[in-house]
């Protein structure tokens, strides 16, 4: 359950756009999902194919959801203009996509830079580096490159 900014459609492997959720904790950490609180219902359906989807990172910049496509091996690209909870135009056209290859996880944005990060690989010792000013709902033309991989070392101490 991804709170507020939307959640996977497991019967049909997309990504639901929901308005007025949040996700919320009650005694014992128990979790209340959109499904529990009234008013709080999907307004939109987006079309990706893993019914395991990420929602990770928001590129309020340039208008931006990146969502991850595990069993696609993508990651989509989301225009948050024409699919939101006041213009779901957008929503039902299925988005354009970075290919990443299988096993890689939810997208995390740095802003500041416009760098797109994504663990992949089976070990999830490799993170992918991709230019998120050239690859986002507005500017499409660095989408098709592969990212730079980056493979992180895990360093083992002894006493």
Do not use: K
Not at 89 to 94: A, F, K, M, V
């Amino acid at each position: 359950m991804i709170g507020h900014a939307g959640g996977v459609d497991a019967a049909t492997g997309g990504v639901e756009r929901r308005s007025g959720c949040r996700r919320s904790r009650c005694a014992g950490s128990a979790q209340i999902g959109w499904h529990d609180l009234p008013g709080c219902a999907p307004v939109a359906h987006i079309p990706i194919g893993d019914p395991d989807a990420s929602v990770g990172a928001i590129d309020d910049a340039f208008h931006t959801l990146y969502a991850a496509d595990g069993t696609g091996g993508t990651i989509a690209i989301i225009n948050t203009a024409t699919c939101n909870a006041g213009d779901t135009s957008g929503c039902s056209t299925r988005p354009p996509t970075i290919p990443l290859g299988m096993n890689h996880g939810a997208p995390v944005l740095n802003p500041t830079t416009q760098t797109l990060y994504t663990v992949v690989g089976n070990t999830g010792n490799q993170v992918a580096v991709l230019n998120a000013a050239t690859c986002n709902a507005q500017t499409a033309g660095g989408c098709g490159q592969a990212p730079a991989l980056v493979t992180v070392h895990s360093r083992v101490s002894s006493p």
